[in-house]
């Protein structure tokens, strides 16, 4: 388990280091909801969750993060963004874009294979996921508007937000009742 902890940890780290490379610092600080939350809740819940118990909150939350991933890119997201934070919006092919992708992105979808093989470090990315799609995506709801002109009005990325975030936390409800059963 010591290993898988380090491991966790310097993972978490990598991936705010990109979102710091890619976004600025008060992105990466909202990003810290996800992969620091979902840390915490790994340590607290540690064991291997059956994946067969969170596949369907997983697959429904994936499924619409990419609607939301859309929304946010036909919405100008990142440009308004950029207008909040006076972080310029990054380059796709970046660097650290594509470390940032591919070590969140990566890990959640390694996430099935990894908790149905019973590893503990596929629960740890389970509740990153889980995490980042139910704590940190609500900033389109209850941060990012308090910053313009209008806190009111919609901002890029809420519809969806709104259809995510609960089926985030039932992944989460999932998962917690999921461990408790397991420890018993």
């Not at 380090?6 to 992969?35: K, P, Q």
């Amino acid at each position: 388990m010591k290993f898988e902890v380090i491991f966790a940890v310097a993972y978490s780290a990598a991936v705010l280091l990109a979102g710091y490379l890619s976004l600025g610092f008060w992105t990466m600080l909202i990003l810290t909801s996800g992969f620091v939350g979902g840390l915490i809740l790994w340590l607290i819940f540690p064991d291997p969750v059956e994946f067969a118990r969170v596949k369907w909150p997983f697959w429904s939350a994936f499924a619409l993060f990419v609607v939301h991933r859309i929304e946010e890119y036909v919405s100008g997201f990142f440009g308004r963004l950029a207008d909040i934070t006076g972080a310029a919006t990054p380059e796709v092919a970046s660097i650290p874009v594509i470390a940032m992708v591919l070590l969140s992105i990566g890990g959640w979808l390694a996430a099935p294979l990894l908790a149905a093989r019973k590893m503990r470090i596929g629960t740890y990315f389970l509740w990153t996921f889980f995490c980042a799609m139910g704590v940190t995506e609500l900033a389109h709801l209850v941060v990012f508007p308090f910053f313009t002109d209008t806190p009111i009005a919609y901002f890029p990325g809420m519809a969806s937000v709104i259809f995510l975030a609960p089926v985030a936390w039932w992944g989460m409800a999932r998962m917690a009742v999921g461990a408790r059963k397991t420890a018993v």
